[in-house]
C-alpha cells in the first residue's frame, strides 16, 4: 500500500503545498502512536497488528510547531524529489513505490542517515550495492547526495491536480477555496 499521509504544522497549515507535505502512512501510524501527532482524518482502508486494528491515518497535524524557515524536512519523498525519481546508480526512473533509499556509507560501517549519506536507488541496484561503498561495488554515482533547499523541492516535485489527491487533504491545501478578485 503506497498511501500518503497529509502533514500539518500543529496550526493546521500544510508544511508545504507543493509537494503538499506528506508521510508514508507506516509512519504516521507510528508518530499517532508516539503522540507526537494528533490524527485529523483517516482513509476506509484498515490496518491491523496483533493488538490495534485502526484505519490509514489521511490527515495528521504535528503537536509542536515546526518554524518553516531553514532546510526541508529529511523524509523518504523528498530524498525522492531531490533526485528527481532516479536510481543514483542506474539511472533510470521509477515511481516512488519502486524506489528505496541506499546508504552510500552503509550504516553498518558508521554510515549515518542524513542527506549527505543516502541516495534513491532502485532495488536491484541497492542489492547488488548490498553493504559496499559504490567504488567497492564498481558501481559510481550520477551525484553525491548533498542538503537541497525548499526552493530546490518545489521546483522538483510532481504537481498533484486536485484529483489526485483525497477529498480529506483539499480543506488543508485550499484548492477549493475561492479567490478574491
Not at 7 to 27: E, T
Not at 151 to 165: C, G, I, N, T, W
Request: aromatic share 12%; net charge positive.
Amino acid at each position: 500500500m503506497a498511501i500518503q499521509t497529509l502533514v500539518l504544522n500543529s496550526d493546521f497549515r500544510p508544511l508545504s503545498c507543493n509537494p503538499p507535505s506528506s508521510w508514508h502512512w507506516k509512519d504516521a501510524v507510528t508518530a499517532i502512536i508516539l503522540n507526537r501527532v494528533s490524527l485529523v482524518a483517516e482513509y476506509d482502508q484498515v490496518v491491523r497488528s496483533p493488538s490495534v486494528t485502526m484505519r490509514v491515518p489521511s490527515v495528521v497535524a504535528l503537536k509542536q510547531y515546526q518554524r518553516l524557515d531553514g532546510w526541508p524536512a529529511f523524509t523518504r519523498f523528498n530524498i525522492y524529489c531531490r533526485d528527481k525519481w532516479l536510481c543514483q546508480y542506474c539511472g533510470r526512473r521509477f515511481s516512488s513505490d519502486a524506489l528505496t533509499f541506499d546508504h552510500v556509507q552503509p550504516r553498518s560501517r558508521g554510515g549515518k542517515s542524513s542527506w549527505e549519506n543516502i541516495v534513491a536507488a532502485c532495488a536491484p541496484c541497492n542489492h547488488r550495492k548490498a553493504n559496499r561503498t559504490p567504488s567497492e561495488a564498481g558501481m559510481k554515482l550520477l551525484r553525491p547526495p548533498y542538503t537541497p533547499t525548499r526552493r530546490e523541492l518545489v521546483m522538483a516535485a510532481p504537481r498533484y491536480p486536485q484529483s489526485d489527491v483525497h477529498h480529506s487533504w483539499l480543506d488543508f491545501l485550499y484548492w477549493d477555496s475561492e479567490l478574491e478578485s
